[in-house]
């Protein structure tokens, strides 16, 4: 008996939809990139309740014949290949003859298209990849796609779509990576009735301040030109300067004018800064290749973001030397600065002058160098250690707002001296040997633990700030924070809407009013959120306290005197986690009796 049978066509784009189209973004993704390959200069993308109930992407292309327009909708009917040698010379974006196709299998799908020298249009509904009606209309030149009710036919893949805000915000990350690549062209996006964005024809570096303006003022001002031109391709774009560099920061590959994900060349970049970027610092890049295709392979992936080189290690050499000397070449790197602060003010003489006189040296014959005697010092040094080790240092108490605390690690007759190196590190005598302390870890470790303790009681009361400050959004970084207002209000931010995607930081909580960076504070929130699916709840109150620790932990930097490094050290173990950062930092090492005895 014969068990194997060919599949339905409704059947193998169902399975076909499942590999290329995942989600909304996905099919605005394939859309957007058949508009373009279709000679558009003007897309325009509206979205009902963030693509569940209708996408719609609309173009003034050249269009498509009755017959093009059916068969547009068949698997793998495509106008790009005609033989397997075309996949090694493709620069359109879509050309398996897929995507139409999947869409179709998985949504009620209707498409109005004209081309310019026709009068008529041709109007096709397909649902279910069941064609339900297919007749002449009355429409614009180019071509418009109305995809309603996306997985309607696949209950289980409508289930498992995120929340409106999550999808919504891949769409417009999905958008932001075509419109960058095509700054020729006019991009609108719309919400429902809400214009997410508006973006008219301009250059590259126009369309990034316009797509990330809001978000970063004066970001054209922020970035460096780089270009590569070589024999195994062309690398160009902008990478942002180390001072400007943010946790946050906007980081984009294109190659061929199509987004990708490239690990390698992204430690290619950071191989660049070397030494320029603080831990937890991103810089900002946007950078385009110019490959043959035949030295690339974008078909590994069906979302094609994963694309693989054949020059993958000179390509690597090339792009990290392209961004070092564009740092270099724009006086990027830091400059050695010699402060003049405090120097004597040295004249110039006058070099025709002459009645100069050489200066004259007087001498005291009588001058004994050894009148005072090196027991005088010696004595008097003695007694000074004396004195330190016969009066210890009473420890500070703790302050009343401190969380419950543990016993210290040590006693005060066992600590004989205290000393800050570098004004770095903490050192003091232990029973078990020398105790050594990092001074700003072991301050972020104390201030978290205070300010998480505070917000767990309420304690977070608001203070009116002096003069507000704005916080500017990009649409997607905006989906994420509108939801988190009522928990920032309620730990004591004062925050007001300010315009579309802009809030007034009025008054933040008073255990904040000497942090110098609100907003660099409430970016740090923004990215645990995305983080987080946009959804922080029972980590807010730890987010707020790390990033405001490590604030403030990075402004200590006067000089400790003996009297001041006891108390912070107690403080440190009255914590419940003296030993690491909330981040997992180390704070405490002791080197014992042992090593210091091995040394000798």
């Given at each position: ?24 973004a996905?099919v ?22 963030a ?22 909708f068949?698997r ?29 299998a ?7 298209t ?92 126009q ?68 030494r ?34 054949e ?50 040296v ?21 007694d000074?250690w ?6 210890p240092?009473?420890?500070t ?5 401190q ?167 107690d ?6 986690q ?23």
């Amino acid at each position: 008996m014969d068990i194997i049978h060919l599949l339905p066509d409704a059947v193998a784009n169902q399975i076909a939809a499942g590999e290329v189209i995942q989600r909304p973004a996905s099919v605005i993704k394939e859309l957007m990139e058949n508009a373009i390959d279709a000679g558009a200069t003007k897309i325009q993308v509206v979205v009902k309740n963030a693509g569940r109930t209708a996408i719609q992407v609309i173009d003034n292309g050249k269009g498509m014949s009755e017959t093009d327009a059916r068969l547009a909708f068949e698997r793998h009917a495509t106008s790009k290949i005609t033989d397997a040698h075309d996949l090694f010379a493709l620069r359109t974006m879509g050309f398996r003859g897929e995507a139409l196709a999947s869409i179709a299998a998985v949504a009620d799908v209707e498409l109005r298209t004209r081309q310019p020298n026709s009068d008529i249009g041709t109007f096709i509904e397909i649902a279910a990849s069941k064609i339900i009606a297919h007749e002449p209309t009355v429409c614009a030149e180019g071509t418009s796609f109305l995809v309603k009710n996306l997985f309607y036919n696949v209950p289980a893949r409508r289930k498992f779509l995120k929340s409106d805000d999550t999808e919504m915000r891949q769409i417009t990350q999905e958008f932001q990576r075509i419109v960058l690549v095509y700054p020729h062209i006019h991009f609108e996006l719309r919400s429902g009735d809400d214009l997410v964005y508006d973006l008219p024809a301009s250059n590259t570096r126009q369309r990034i301040t316009a797509v990330f303006g809001k978000k970063t003022r004066n970001i054209a001002q922020q970035l460096v030109q780089i270009e590569a031109k070589t024999t195994l391709g062309n690398i160009s774009g902008f990478v942002g300067k180390p001072e400007f560099a943010m946790r946050t920061a906007n980081q984009f590959f294109f190659v061929n004018g199509r987004y990708m994900r490239h690990p390698y060349f992204h430690k290619a970049v950071m191989q660049a800064y070397d030494r320029m970027l603080q831990p937890d610092e991103n810089p900002a890049y946007f950078i385009f290749f110019d490959i043959d295709p035949a030295e690339i392979d974008v078909n590994i992936h069906p979302t094609k973001t994963e694309i693989k080189f054949e020059n993958e290690r000179d390509l690597w050499s090339i792009l990290t030397t392209c961004v070092k000397e564009a740092l270099g070449k724009f006086n990027v790197a830091p400059a050695i600065d010699f402060d003049t602060e405090g120097l004597i003010d040295m004249p110039v003489g006058n070099v025709h002058a002459t009645d100069m006189q050489p200066p004259k040296v007087e001498l005291n014959p009588q001058y004994n160098p050894f009148a005072h005697t090196a027991a005088h010092h010696t004595t008097t040094h003695t007694d000074a250690w004396q004195s330190l080790y016969e009066q210890p240092h009473t420890p500070t108490p703790l302050p009343t707002e401190q969380p419950p605390t543990m016993q210290p690690l040590f006693d005060d007759t066992e600590r004989t001296a205290t000393f800050c190196y570098k004004n770095k590190y903490l050192l003091t005598t232990v029973k078990s040997g020398l105790l050594v302390v990092h001074r700003q870890r072991a301050y972020q470790r104390i201030l978290y633990e205070r300010i998480l303790h505070q917000l767990e009681m309420q304690q977070s009361a608001s203070q009116r700030t002096l003069f507000p400050e704005i916080l500017e959004l990009t649409p997607d970084d905006n989906i994420v924070f509108a939801p988190l207002l009522p928990d920032l209000q309620a730990l004591g931010f004062d925050i007001e809407p300010f315009g579309k995607a802009a809030y007034s930081i009025n008054g933040v909580p008073a255990l904040m009013t000497d942090e110098p960076d609100i907003l660099g504070v409430l970016h740090n929130m923004l990215y645990c959120a995305k983080e987080h699916d946009g959804n922080l709840r029972g980590e807010l109150y730890e987010a707020l306290a790390y990033e405001v620790a490590k604030s403030s932990a990075k402004s200590q930097s006067k000089t400790m005197t003996a009297d001041e490094i006891t108390p912070l050290i107690d403080q440190l173990f009255a914590c419940r986690q003296p030993n690491t950062t909330p981040d997992g930092k180390t704070i405490v090492a002791i080197i014992s009796d042992d090593d210091l005895d091995r040394r000798f």
